[in-house]
């Protein structure tokens, strides 16, 4: 069964470096979305991502945050300057024409 | 009032119990209802999706959405201690984002 994957599992960074996430959707899926799930907390939106370009972004997504889809399969979130509350796990998610979004294994940032 | 709220529990049921699991809204834009199982540290993993009000069974697990109440539940049947998890619901409007409830954890006891 096809499935989105994510790497790497588990980020550790130092406050103010930059850290990309991986993410490979699922292959015939067009939508692409980021969210992130502080530890204890609800999983909460970032970011979709549709024929190259964002279509929706929340408050919590700003100039430091950015997406990109290098190439046909990967689907990428840079962090340019991370902070100590960036630390969560990140989920990358995608959905094909239904509206179902089927999400990765997540990765674990630490920013110490 | 949150958009979304769910009693976090933690819900405990010896196996074989019928559990059910609720979550109501503010939204009434929201239209696509989903229940997502999410194991600790691990991706939510999509058990039900559905649109608009009304019941849709899948196996073990029906879920029910009442929009007139803005209030929709999960019940799975015969539970197992394999379904301890966090259950969370996720609802969408017109927009490309869900909005998740807290989830509630489930341990289900032999």
């Known amino acids: 069964e096809p499935e989105v994957t994510q790497t790497p599992s588990h980020q550790v960074t130092q406050m103010g470096q930059e850290v990309i996430l991986r993410c490979v959707p699922i292959?015939?899926?067009?939508?692409f979305y980021w969210y992130r799930q502080i530890l204890g907390q609800k999983v909460e939106f970032l970011v979709s991502?549709?024929?190259?370009?964002?279509?929706?972004k929340s408050e919590i997504f700003d100039d430091q945050f950015s997406v990109e889809r290098p190439d046909g399969s990967n689907f990428t979130l840079k962090i340019r300057s991370t902070k100590l509350e960036d630390s969560a796990m990140y989920f990358c998610?995608?959905?094909?024409?239904?509206?179902?979004?089927?999400f990765g294994p997540g990765t674990r940032l630490t920013v110490t | 009032q949150k958009e979304v709220e769910q009693d976090p529990g933690p819900l405990s049921v010896p196996e074989g119990a019928i559990v059910s699991l609720n979550c109501t809204y503010s939204?009434?834009?929201?239209?696509?209802f989903m229940w997502y199982r999410q194991y600790s540290r691990k991706g939510p993993e999509l058990l039900m999706y559905?649109?608009?009000?009304g019941n849709k069974e899948d196996g073990r697990f029906t879920a029910q959405v009442d929009k007139s109440s803005k209030y929709i539940s999960l019940f799975i049947r015969d539970s197992q201690p394999s379904d301890s998890a966090t259950y969370l619901c996720?609802?969408?409007?017109?927009?490309?984002?869900?909005?998740f409830g807290t989830g509630t954890q489930l341990k289900v006891e032999l």
């Open positions: 998610a995608s959905r094909g024409t239904e509206y179902e979004q089927y």
């Open positions: 292959s015939n899926h067009l939508y």
């Open positions: 991502f549709y024929n190259n370009e964002i279509s929706e």
């Open positions: 939204n009434s834009a929201f239209q696509y």
């Open positions: 559905t649109y608009s009000s």
């Open positions: 996720a609802m969408k409007g017109g927009g490309n984002k869900l909005t």
